[in-house]
Nanobody
Framework: QVQLVESGGGLVQAGGSLRLSCTAS????????MGWFRQTPGKEREFVAV????????YYADSVKGRFTISRDNAKNTVYLQMNNLKPEDTAVYYC??????????????????WGQGTQVTVSS
């Protein structure tokens, strides 16, 4: 059984920064790619970023390239999302998730088997 818990969301002004954290239970964290998604009411869950378990290869959605950075600390079972130069359209609930399989980069929600409860990010203009 795997449990993922996100933290670090909040309210910021456009151009500001937030750092999200996702901590996982268990000791197999480093064996899986980890991703971040976001979702607003009435819209599909949107891929944001993923980091592989081998050599920590990074992959980002075009909408966040150059602004967001995904990283992981395997010793702490934690994945991070550093969000800089935030825009109002970044407002959403952000979810971390654990991927399965070997079809990296995993960019579909169906590529993930465990999800956190989400953390709210609100960016004011």
């Amino acid at each position: 059984q795997v449990q993922l818990v996100e933290s670090g969301g909040g309210l910021v002004q456009a151009g500001g920064s937030l750092r999200l954290s996702c901590t996982a239970s268990g000791r197999t964290f480093s064996d899986y790619a980890m991703g971040w998604f976001r979702q607003t009411p009435g819209k599909e869950r949107e891929f944001v970023a993923v980091i592989s378990w081998r050599m920590s290869v990074l992959y980002y959605a075009d909408s966040v390239k150059g602004r967001f950075t995904i990283s992981r600390d395997n010793a702490k079972n934690t994945v991070y999302l550093q969000m800089n130069n935030l825009k109002p359209e970044d407002t959403a609930v952000y979810y971390c998730a654990r991927a399965f399989g070997s079809n990296y980069p995993q960019v579909l929600p169906s590529d993930y088997d465990y999800w956190g409860q989400g953390t709210q990010v609100t960016v004011s203009s």
